[in-house]
């Protein structure tokens, strides 16, 4: 068998990177895409490899003479590689695919050796490479037969159809191509495009030519788990980079984005993974076009639309591109003295950068604060910041607790700023909300900020609320703001999510059942402390083991990506994590995981702090 490499394109997208190499000389961790190819290649029983060049042809001939002495290489020259596409590439090497089956690459590909050999030792003779379409996969694709996995059609620009993604498969573009299949079928195909100078279509129209006369047969052999990535522009590489470093702190340092990650299972973010509903989500969609080519509406219709779903007064409540931009703005406001309980959502210590921040450092009580505590607080501070149920420890002030606190406050002047991002996850008969006309009306020293994005499992679209009796800070925060701050898609969500009320309870009940069959569950777990919760997530202390282990871990074998909070202020360097609550199906995956990692920590029951 001999492997094939189409590497005659420029890589003009790549910008910087292909401005003196070769697209395939591109360096991924520290070795070029080139290099890991042909190492995949000798991974198997590969006759001799042919390289198809073009774009610094020199370059990269000095390079893989240089680097692989010992192969047997072939080059061919594609000098029109400016004007030709990757079909002409392959008719100029078309004889040494009649010479003996073919293992074809395109050189833009990273890929797990794996795949290379599992099409190698592969019965079958004719074989398309693929995987299920996902978010962010862009270029040809395929249909299956489900029954013996044979392709049934190729698609590709002009004959794509969104609306078919979910039975798509994306080729990898790496082919198993028999030699007789090659010499009968495919290069006379291939000759006659030539011929027709149709030198800028890709080599698969042929494929999806020769299957519409039905004059072959290809198997789809499909990947799930083995990595790969086809490399077009410096976004594809910057992702590439961090699925192959396999390295935990690669996925940290994105803070979010993870839809571009296939399978990769979010325990990191909060968010709620029961709403929306599906009939929600249609409703969106069938509404797409016009909220995505018209403008939103200014923000003082955002504000009336808040106050209805939020039974606040019109001149209340304020709507932000989530929680953080109205966190900021009001940060930019303020400028007395603020007590907040440290650990915290970091942006209640980033965005007040002209307050004095008294810091409550609530790890000396075991990550507990109560009313009592923010009693003490009041008489010190001009502003105190409480989110409830606490980020990250779950922590919670019950009604009638924050009701007293409100009454202390306003006797002292204090402004009490609520975050209760969270406050719907908590158990239904702790539930409940300060954002209330007449609760704000009467406590005006109030503020209570709302991400809709977490609550509501929307953090895509961006949304949050910020509700006050005190106008005048709302009115100030609405001047600084954009008069379009929210995007349609954003406002049209707003507008019908009351539709949705009882969706939304169902959701949250569910949640709140699967954090007592989670807490149950972790709490067997030897290496762990679990801190008890009114949030959707969990704050655990590791017993004798590091942080920086068990998220790696975690990653490695199961794909799994949770929040480290060691290097968090309040946490003093030990080691914490926060694990959020999925869905049930998740949830198990996620016990499953732990308990692996236990048995290969060999944890005793003699741990230390275990609660």
């Given amino acids: 068998m001999n492997g094939l490499i189409l590497a005659a394109g420029m890589g003009i997208r790549l910008k910087e990177y292909t401005k003196n190499i070769p697209k395939c000389m591109v360096d991924i961790n520290g070795e070029t895409l080139i290099k890991r190819q042909i190492e995949a290649l000798n991974s198997v029983e590969i006759n001799k490899i042919i390289i198809v060049c073009g774009y610094k042809k020199e370059i990269l001939k000095d390079y893989i003479m ?47 050796n794996s795949i290379i050999k599992s099409l190698v030792e592969d019965n079958y003779k004719n074989i398309v490479a693929i995987a299920k ?28 159809n969104a609306e078919n993604i979910g039975s798509y498969y994306k080729t990898i573009n790496i082919y198993k191509l028999d030699k007789n299949f090659c010499k009968e079928k495919y290069i006379p195909c291939l000759e006659e495009y030539i011929n027709k100078e149709k030198k800028n279509e890709f080599y698969e129209v042929i494929f999806g030519d020769l299957l519409k006369n039905n004059n072959i047969k290809l198997k789809g052999k499909v990947y799930r788990d083995e990595k790969w990535y086809e490399i077009d522009n410096e976004q594809d590489l910057d992702i590439a980079k961090c699925i192959f470093s396999g390295k935990v702190e690669d996925y940290e340092k994105r803070y979010g984005g993870y839809w571009r990650f296939n399978n990769l299972k979010d325990f990191c ?30 923000i003082a219709t955002l504000s009336l639309i808040a106050s209805t779903v939020f039974n606040t007064k019109q001149e209340q409540i304020i709507v932000g591109n989530g929680s953080a931009e109205l966190i900021k703005e009001l940060g930019n406001l303020l400028d007395d003295k603020l007590t ?36 003490n607080e009041i008489y010190k501070s001009d502003i105190i910041a409480i989110v409830n149920p606490d980020n990250p420890s779950g922590n919670f002030i019950t009604h009638n607790d924050m009701i007293e606190i409100l009454e202390i406050a306003k006797e002292n002047s204090t402004k009490i700023i609520v975050d209760e991002s969270f406050i719907e996850f908590a158990d239904k008969d702790k539930r409940y909300t300060l954002l209330n006309k007449e609760v704000l009306d009467k406590y005006n020293n109030l503020i209570v900020i709302k991400s809709i994005s977490k609550s509501y499992g929307v953090p895509g679209i961006r949304l949050g609320i910020l509700a006050s009796g005190d106008t005048q800070i709302i009115n100030k925060i609405k001047d600084s703001l954009e008069i379009w701050n929210v995007n349609s898609i954003a406002e049209y969500f707003l507008q019908i999510i009351n539709l949705y009320k009882t969706d939304y309870e169902e959701s949250c009940n569910y949640i709140t059942q699967q954090r007592k069959e989670l807490y149950k569950e972790l709490s067997k777990l ?17 017993l004798n083991c590091d942080t920086s282990y068990i998220k790696q871990y975690l990653l490695e074998n199961y794909n799994i990506l949770i929040k480290d ?36 920590l060999n944890i005793n029951d003699k741990n230390e702090g275990k609660e």
């Fill in 269 to 298: 973010y909060l968010e709620n993974p029961e709403f929306p509903p599906k009939n929600l989500i249609e409703r969106i969609n069938h509404f797409s076009n016009e909220l995505l080519t018209k403008y939103p509406s200014n």
């Fill in 66 to 112: 240089k680097n692989f002495q010992n192969n047997d290489i072939i080059f061919v020259d594609n000098d029109d590689y400016k004007t030709t596409n990757n079909i002409y590439s392959l008719f100029l090497a078309r004889e040494y695919l009649s010479q003996d089956d073919t293992l074809l690459l395109e050189s833009d590909l990273i890929f797990d």
């Fill in 133 to 160: 379409y996902e978010n962010g996969m862009n270029g040809t694709a395929v249909t299956i037969n489900n029954n013996d996995f044979s392709i049934n059609n190729f698609y590709y620009k002009n004959n794509f």
């Fill in 565 to 600: 909070l060691k290097n968090k202020e309040g946490f003093n360097n030990e080691n914490y994590i926060r694990i959020s609550i999925k869905n049930n199906e998740d949830n198990i995956e996620l016990i499953k995981a732990l308990k692996n990692l236990e048995r290969n």
């Fill in 526 to 542: 030897k290496f762990l402390k679990v801190y008890k919760s009114q949030a959707n997530y969990f704050m655990c202390k590791l």
């Fill in 340 to 375: 907040i309980h440290i650990p915290v959502f970091n942006e209640y210590i980033r965005c007040f950068k002209k307050c004095k921040i008294i810091k409550n450092d609530i790890s000396k009580n075991d990550y507990f604060y109560d009313k009592e505590t923010i009693i």
